[in-house]
């Protein structure tokens, strides 16, 4: 069994939508609300808060495989959880920030959660993303109604990464071998 947090989000849809059209299974994806969730036939729907530890066994229970947005509730508690039910591969989603700006709070707050990880005994593949194109959704409004964006330091160019494309190296670290122990930064040319 595959689980997908952030099922419902940029990674999480993009990614349970690839596993599921490569024939991969079984698949559950979480989300706060089974019944607004759209997921592919044949995915489950499982219902949970991972910031309510009471959530944490039900959902976990039968996983083998974890695919995990960090900072949903207390890493260490899920992390826990997951070891005590016998989840064998995490692979996290972290942020490309813990190697280029290693002294900004995010960056730390990543690196902690990969620390933790790393400690946990069970496989793990890091994913460190640089700043999704989803971001620019942000400025829609602001484009439709007044055909602006405003951002700070518009000098300044910086790469993005299509969520789907993290799904699709996510895709893969969970599904075939040879990435477990290893850490990607993910920038829109690849793997650095
Ligand atoms: N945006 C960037 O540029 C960037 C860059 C690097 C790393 N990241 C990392 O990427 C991650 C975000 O990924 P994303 O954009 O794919 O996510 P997203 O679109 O923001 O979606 C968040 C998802 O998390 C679920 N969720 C929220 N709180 C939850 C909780 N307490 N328990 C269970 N599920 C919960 C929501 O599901 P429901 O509403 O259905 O419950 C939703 O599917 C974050 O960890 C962020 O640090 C982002």
Redesign the pocket.
Known sequence: MILV?????????ALLKELHARGVGPLRG????AA??VFPQGVEAV??????PT?LKSVLKGVRSLFL?????SDADILEAARQAGVEHVVL?????VQTHPHLG?ADE?LAVEQLLKGTGMAWTIL?????A??ALMWAASIRGRETVRAPYAETALP?IH?AD?ASVAQVALTEPGHHGRTYALTVEGVL
């Open positions: 947090t952030g099922a419902t989000g940029n990674i999480g849809s979480l989300t706060h609300d607004r969730a219902e949970g808060d991972f910031a309510e959530s947005v960090s900072r949903l509730g989603v972290s942020s490309i920030t995010p990543n460190r993303p640089t700043q999704f989803s971001n993005t969520p993290i």
